[in-house]
Structures are given as structure tokens and as C-alpha cells.
């Protein structure tokens, strides 16, 4: 079973910037296509970015340009950079695989932002 650990959220101001990184157990990259996704409360789970093993990304609409996700298959991590974060980018953040996900999700990460 794969475990994932989420990590690098926090508070933030309106306009900054953090890099969030996900962990995983094993070497799953080589063929995974990994996302984030990110909850708020009293919300669904939504989808974020996702990287290919090739390392081809998408993004939703609404964060094209703020951003970015990359991974490093040899440490089997992903990351997630989001720049000029806003108030309404405040969620619990999680990694997983895309579009299927592993049966167990981390713990996620909290990230903040404030006006």
C-alpha cells in the first residue's frame, strides 16, 4: 500500500508564495500520473494540477499561471509551487494519483492565506 506525506503549507499572506512537496512510499512514479487536489471544509475534494510520468502537466482553469507542479521521480516526490496566492487558494492540500487514486490518502497539508 502505498503511503503518501504531505508537507510545506502554512500561512501566508495575500500575494505570497509556498511549495508544498508529497512524499510517497514507494517508487510509484515511473508510470503514475500524480495531482493535487485540495478541500475545504463543507466543500468536495477538487482537483488542483497533475504531472504526467513524462512529466506533461494540466492545471484547472482558475490557477493557470500561479502554479506549477513538477516531480522528481529519483527522490518519489511531487511538488506543487503556488505563487501570488489569494484567500480563497486556503484549503487542506493532498497528493494522489490521477484520475484513479490510491485507496489511502496522507494527511495532507494546510495552507492558509490570508487577506
Known amino acids: 500500500q502505498v503511503q503518501l506525506v504531505e508537507s510545506g503549507g502554512g500561512l501566508v499572506q495575500a500575494g505570497g508564495s509556498l511549495r508544498l512537496s508529497c512524499a510517497a512510499s514507494r517508487s510509484i512514479f515511473s508510470i503514475d500520473t500524480m495531482g493535487w487536489y485540495r478541500q475545504t471544509p463543507g466543500k468536495q475534494r477538487e482537483w488542483v494540477a497533475r504531472?504526467?510520468?513524462?512529466?506533461?502537466?494540466n492545471y484547472a482553469d482558475s490557477l493557470k499561471g500561479r502554479f506549477t507542479i513538477s516531480r522528481d521521480n529519483a527522490k518519489n516526490t511531487v511538488y506543487l509551487q503556488m505563487n501570488s496566492l489569494k484567500p480563497e487558494d486556503t484549503a487542506v492540500y493532498y497528493c494522489?494519483?490521477?484520475?484513479?487514486?490510491?485507496?489511502?490518502w496522507g494527511q495532507g497539508t494546510l495552507v492558509t492565506v490570508s487577506s
Open positions: 504531472i504526467t510520468s513524462g512529466g506533461v502537466t
Open positions: 494522489n494519483r490521477w484520475p484513479f487514486p490510491y485507496a489511502s
